[in-house]
């Protein structure tokens, strides 16, 4: 059984910088995708970026440029550095495990919540 558990989300002004961190305990190893998801009151939940462990990268479009996700696979954690935050990125935020070969195999945190206001 895989659990992950996130922090770091809070309240921090336009413009400003903030760095998510998620832990996997578990059987995590090179076989999972680790990413971040986003869930806006009354939006779908969407990718925010993804993070193999041999440091392939994927970004939404609108996270190019200002987010940075780094995956550290000896500590079984995963990072999102946002940078350049807009009050439309508020929203919860969620660590994901993805199985590359299982697709059904998917493991979710809890969220932090992410509030971008002045």
């Known amino acids: 059984q895989v659990q992950l558990v996130e922090s770091g989300g809070g309240l921090v002004q336009p413009g400003g910088s903030l760095r998510l961190s998620c832990a996997a305990s578990?059987?995590?190893?090179?076989?999972?995708?680790m990413g971040w998801y986003r869930q806006a009151p009354g939006k779908q939940r969407e990718l925010v970026a993804t993070?193999?462990?041999?440091?392939?990268?994927n970004y939404a479009d609108s996270s190019k440029g200002r987010f940075t996700i780094s995956r550290d696979s000896a500590k079984n954690t995963v990072y999102l550095q946002m940078n350049s935050l807009k009050p439309e990125d508020t929203a919860v935020y969620y660590c994901?495990?993805?199985?590359?070969?299982?697709?059904?195999?998917?493991?979710w945190g809890q969220g932090t919540q992410v509030t971008v206001s002045s």
């Open positions: 993070a193999t462990s041999g440091g392939s990268t």
């Open positions: 578990g059987s995590i190893g090179s076989i999972y995708t």
């Open positions: 994901n495990a993805q199985h590359l070969l299982i697709s059904t195999r998917t493991y």
